[in-house]
């Protein structure tokens, strides 16, 4: 049989038809294909075979062997390599074929080139058999879901491997939804919702899927929802899930440990700010972002200068540019003008950029720039102050002085500087140990002399502080000093006039207590001082006949010759009057004391010249012996007071040692001076009245105020005894005052019971004259007594009021302004004549009892008194005879033109009472004998 022939496969039908023979040859083959198995026309069945691919042959063979066997239709796909070596997939389909007979007579059949189609097919088995791999090996979950329900219809290997499951328990079986965790529920469902909404296609939600046994593994899906392309409606959705639980644990860990560090970089108190190399910010914590005013998440992403313009061209920026490219951190202070502050920068390049920390510093700045001013002004101020500077080391060598100390100190500020303290200071509160440790911090307003330059001492105050280290060692010594010697002088005068006698120049009885005491103090037990009381005698004879300032040149010469009578250890101070006091030590005992004691006198023989007079004057001086005399210096002094007035009453121009029978009228006197004290405050005095009568009318015009004492032990104690005491002790004034207004109070009483006037006369002692306030007196008690000032007469001795003229003429006449009379008592018995007494305004002369009683003795005493008593007339003054004992007497004043008289021949001084009954009397000269109470 001849095959026709066949076209190319490519242009031709690719279908050929066959027909064999009962065992198979191929009797015909359409010429298509022909050239596929054979160059001829006849294709024998195993020449056929061997077209068929290998791997294809023994199920060709099979196949065919069957359907011959049982005379079967056939078709099966195989593989033939064409005669020019090409593939060619075919689908080859037969019958069997019969004859007539029915006999079997060999197969025709069809050969379907259906490469095309196998290639198409064999390309989707390998991608799906890729995707088959890919979704069986990936580690990711696939899965894909019912729409709505979330069922599984088809779940990858891998999740068994990832929570558990595998498919069969899952597909068509579990949903989804299953698996959140119920807290991410709600997020996952938003998705799905926002996925539907939009129609997006796909996106990635994070959630915890829960594994097979119980556990929650965190899970990323990139879900897509599948949508029908007709309807638009959702059909399901396809997942691919991750477990991401690693990821998110580095992710976690990574955020905990940026958040740290962010929160560390957030409460560094440093602002702190990262750059790229692109000038950048890549973080900035919130100090940062204050110092240039920005919110931190605003500047992060910016260009640094964009943020901070004003950055631009300053140092900080040099800084910065020059990090980035050395690659060298910087450390540096910078001022930013923006903020008007200042920052302590420090610079570190990273592989990124640069990280950059800064300190706000602007207040340590202004604590610096404030600490710089005031030392500058402190400077200043040092420099200016008219204290004294200096500031020396531990070594007490001088460092640093201000013009003042080289003012004070006479030296350059070269010379100083360098020296040491020892040597500039006399004395200091510094000595060697202030250096050493645990010595002195400060010495405050202490004294300290400087050694001047030209060798005078400079007394300065002293305030200095020692800085030391923690052993108490020494490091640097300030002192402040004050120039004090100006003032040191003034002290040292006024400490002088405290201790000195400003008339004599002596050392005054205060500073001789001083000295005694101190011999007493440090005297060994066998020492012996003398303590000698000098009183010049009749000084006051001198003193009131020559006037006070030629008894003052006295009292100096005295003085000078007494100093240098004494040895240098010899103390001789001036009490006070004509009192002196030598206080030595005497080694010989008594012999030494009279020894001094007649060096002194002797020191008195030669007249003294007072201007153009010679004056005589001597001393009596008493002495008392330590320790024989006394322990104390007061019994010391007591005891030469003593044995001074025993001195005087012996003669005068003598010294007497103390005795001890001295004593006892010593202390009597005390005795007295004590009870004087209790006295004023009891009711122990008493003013008796002496009545006066007019010698014209021999009618009782007034009466003189007499105190009397009735002391408790003593009986009624004289006024001379105790008048004088209290006048010594300073007690007469309050006495005084007593007197007088008892003396108003009663007489008032008296005239209102009498219904007359009466004159009072009141005795006032010398003291009371040296009162200033003593007019201020006199009319107080006026007033609160009611007394009229003309009836009051006040009386002065002679001799108080030539104490100081001038002070008494000055007091007089305020007295006389209050309208009080003024009378002289005693008047003959002092130094002073009438003339004398014109300078004072007085009213009344009371003649001495003395002066009166000389008439008998003196025929022209007649004569004398009248003269006296006409001139006193002739200078308004009345006259008063006092101590009128005898009618005589009486008779003989009335004869001179006396005004006035009284004493015991017309009545004895008498208490009130008596006094009331007395004037109450029609004859008052009778009763003078019945009238006796002194
Ligand atoms: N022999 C004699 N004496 C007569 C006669 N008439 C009066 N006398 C006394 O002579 C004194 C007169 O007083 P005086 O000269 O002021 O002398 C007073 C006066 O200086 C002073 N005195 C008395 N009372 C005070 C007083 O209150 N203050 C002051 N400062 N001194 C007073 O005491 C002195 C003595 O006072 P008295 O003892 O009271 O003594 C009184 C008086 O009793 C007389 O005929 N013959």
Redesign the pocket.
Known sequence: MTLPAAPPMTDAVKTLVWMTDTVGNVTYLSRDVRHLFTSGTTLSFAAYMQSVHPDDRQRVMETFGRATVMREEFQIDYRVIGADGSLHWVTGSGAPRFDAHGEFSGYTGALLDVTTRYEAIGRLEKSEATHRLLTENSSDLISHHAADSGIFLFASPSFERILGFDAEELVGKRSAYEFVHPEDRLRVDAEIARQMRESSSGSVVEFRARHKNGQYLWMSTNLKLLTDQLTGENTGAVAVTRDISAERQTREALQQSRNEMYSMLESIGEAFYAIDRDWRITYANRKAADFVGIAPNRAIGKRLLDVAPELLGTPMHQYFQQTLDTREKAFFEAYWEPRDAWAEVRVYPNDDGLSIYFHDISARRKAENAMRTSEQRLREVIEMTPAGYLLADGDGQIQEVNPALCRISGYEREELVGRKLDSLFATSPWDRSAYTAHGPASAQGQEAIIRHKFGNEVHVLFNGSIKRDELGQALSLTAFLTDITARKHIEYRLEHLATHDTLTGLPNRALLTERLQQMLAFSARDTTIGVLFVDLDRFKEVNDSFGHQPGDVLLCEVAQRFRHALRPGDVIARLGGDEFMVVAHCSEGRSSAAAIAEKLLGKLAAPIDIGAQHVFISASIGISMFPEHGGTRETLFQSADTAMYQAKGAGRNIYRFFEPEMGVAARTRMTLELSLRRALGGEEFEVYY?PRVDLKTMTVIGM????RWNHPELGQV???QF?PLAEERNL?SPI?HW?LRQACRDTVDLMRKLGRPLRVS????ARQLRNSALPAEVQAVLDETGFPAPLLEL?LTESALVEDIEHSAHLLRQLKDLGVKIAV??FGTGYSGLAYLRRFSLDVLKLD?SFVMQKESHTSHFDFIKAFVDLAHALKLSVVA????TDDTLQFLCSTACDEA????IAR?MPLAALIQYLRSPSLLSKQDTLSF?
């Open positions: 002496q003189e105020a007499l105190l004289p006024p001379m008048i007469i005084g007197v009141v005795n006032l002692s009386e008592d005693d009892r006092e101590g009128v004992e009284q004493g015991y021949f001084p002194n």
